[in-house]
């Protein structure tokens, strides 16, 4: 253990100069934590992200005008939905713009279309009453509405001194 060469060094060494080089070890580390403080602080972090791909906002997107439509840059053909859900502009990679208009469609069963046929013909109903109404006033002069159904053939009277019975014309019998 005597016999090391580093534990000779450090016996020969004076105890001052040990004391001074450990101070300018520590003096340079921190040095060097205080170069890293500045350098952190002078460059804060880039954070900043590019989007390259468009949006993915599900395929829809909701504007409230068709200037809106226009002002967005699009990479696909997109369409844009207006906010109650009526209109809708597709707006294709070229710039062009189509507009639609939508409309709820309601599905329906038996019921719905029995509903439907019955209110028809109480409609029907209706009219056929308001045209007995207007056809019972004798005094008035009325149009009728539906001419296929009082419609009649139109008949002239002509004389003749001819007679008009027929008579019966016998052939030849066979005996």
Do not use: C
């Amino acid at each position: 253990m005597y016999n090391n060469p580093y534990l000779r060094q450090y016996n020969n060494m004076n105890q001052q100069t040990m004391y001074d080089q450990i101070d300018n070890q520590i003096h340079q580390l921190q040095q060097m934590r205080d170069q890293i403080k500045a350098n952190t602080m002078q460059q804060p972090a880039i954070n900043q992200t590019f989007q390259l791909a468009p949006n993915n906002h599900n395929g829809i997107r909701f504007v409230n005008t068709i200037e809106d439509v226009s002002k967005e840059q699009i990479f696909i053909d997109t369409p844009f939905f207006s906010k109650d859900m009526s209109v809708v502009w597709i707006k294709n990679t070229k710039g062009e713009i189509k507009t639609y208009e939508l409309n709820e469609i309601v599905p329906k069963d038996n019921k719905d279309f029995e509903i439907e046929y019955l209110k028809s013909q109480i409609e029907e109903l209706k009219g056929m009453i308001k045209n007995d109404a207007n056809v019972t006033n004798v005094d008035t002069k009325q149009n009728a509405t539906n001419t296929t159904e009082y419609d009649e053939p139109v008949r002239e009277t002509t004389e003749s001194t001819k007679s008009t019975s027929v008579q019966k014309i016998s052939g030849s019998k066979k005996k």
